[in-house]
């Protein structure tokens, strides 16, 4: 029998799970490959892990780390030790992680100092921004990795800006937008609008989670004086990511938020329900990245409240506006939203569920192929 290509894919936090989920799938098309998941358990919480396994139809984790939340170095490093014991035991031909977060980063440094393949998927992308966590696990990844899968020509761009090998960069497309495509149908089945009482177009849905706006007292509380005015015009639903849960708590800022009659605050939410929300809101205020691209292959308006984004094509072909800390700004885009005077867009190239198809194909190539 020929011997299979074994790939460890990496997952660790929320926005990994829908991007693994359909390469899973694809992966079985080929006799090939022995995909292996690992398990970070840096987001642990059912709502914030085991429901989106569930919901996304992922198999169960081959290898769970349990590592839990910490510092950032303390979370890197936990997950680097256990990595490393995985990586001797499994002997894989690669690794494959996704996304930004520090699990990517952390796995990418464990088999680069074995001498394993690394394969990045969502390589290339930018803020600039080098007091994001996320702006240090993407350049530490992409300067590590082997086969750099991009999402949009402006990732491609970058790397050839820091003198990657053009070789290394393949454009593959947007993963998650695969997920999206295929689960809308289920989505649409939900029934969370009938439990929070809301009709198509007649709510803003908001996602609030960075460190930026929710780890400074000041920034929060100005986000939650301009929602204190959008709400007298529309309702918004807010469902809620634990740390920002606890940074309200943190700040007395909860008494303040829940007299908000018409702020509607709910636990993190499954992918399905999340996309119905979407699907049917009138707006999306984010500062999630994700967000900003299902929004745009969606075609719904969507702010974001950070003062750069990685994934400028959201901005510049798609249905997303900028605003930073800017809440004048913001009113004044969602009083647009409301009255339909909303820019135009379109969808990006390659965002069009297909993207997984395309990168089994390039790891055909580079691990079967060529041997
Ligand atoms: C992480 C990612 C971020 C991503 C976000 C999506 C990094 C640097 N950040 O940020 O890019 O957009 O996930 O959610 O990797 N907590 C729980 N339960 C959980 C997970 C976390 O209660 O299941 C709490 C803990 O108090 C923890 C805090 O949330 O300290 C933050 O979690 P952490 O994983 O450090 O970062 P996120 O803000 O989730």
Known sequence: MVKKVKI??????????????????EYRKYDSFEPIIVHTGQHYDANMSDLFFNQLQIPKPNISLGVGSDSHSKQTAKIMEKFEDVCLDVQPDAVLVVGDVNSTMACSLVASKMGIKIIHLEAGLRSYDRTMPEEINRLVTDALADILLT???????????EGVSPSKIFFVGNIMIDTLFQFLPLAEKSNIMNELNLEKENYILVTLHRPSNVDFKENISKIINAFEEIQKDI????????????????????????SLKNLILTEPIGYLDFQKLMSNSKLVITDSGGIQEETTALKIPCITVRENTERPITVTEGSNEIVGLDMEKMVNLTQKALNNQWKE????????GKTSQRVLKVLEDYFVKKG
């Open 8 to 25: 460890i894919n990496v997952v660790g936090a929320r926005p990994n799970f829908m991007k693994i989920a359909p390469l899973m799938k």
């Open 151 to 161: 999402p949009s020509k402006d990732a491609d761009e970058n790397l050839l800006k």
């Open 235 to 258: 309702k918004i639903i807010f469902p809620i990511h634990p740390r920002t849960r606890n940074k309200l708590a943190e700040f007395g800022l909860n008494e303040y938020v829940n």
């Open 345 to 352: 867009s379109k969808i990006p190239l390659f965002w069009d």
